[in-house]
């Protein structure tokens, strides 16, 4: 995917809106980080990763997947968009959107208000 892919899936979920986190380029849902791109390796910041899932998914797939320290402690995995599927990209961002998303919001997206 490119970046522009990308930015088109992410901001086709409900209330979805460009933003800054810790002064960098982000993408936000009701004023909660929602992902970003870090241009240092054309990587997104997926939330809501588990420990288990993400160790998963670097094995499996290390080509897509990586972490760095910083993000060591953290339930999130980095995912390169490159290789990244688009679908895969809109399951992990649909987890954390359902996170931090109104609960209104989620209820209609349910009743078929879908991107």
Request: proline residues 8%; charged residues 30%.
């Amino acid at each position: 995917m490119t970046p522009e892919e990308v930015r088109e899936i992410v901001l086709s979920f409900p209330g979805a809106a460009e933003g800054l986190s810790y002064g960098q380029p982000s993408f936000k849902v009701n004023g909660k980080f929602f992902t970003r791109l870090r241009r240092e390796d054309a990587s997104l910041v997926l939330l809501e990763v588990g420990f288990d899932e993400r160790e998963m998914l670097i094995e499996a797939e290390p080509a897509t997947f990586h972490i760095t320290p910083h993000y060591r402690d953290y339930p999130s995995v980095l995912a390169r968009i490159e290789t990244l599927h688009p679908g895969s990209l809109r399951n992990f961002l649909e987890r954390r959107w359902r996170k931090i998303a109104p609960r209104k919001a989620v209820k209609a997206y349910d009743d078929g208000a879908r991107p």
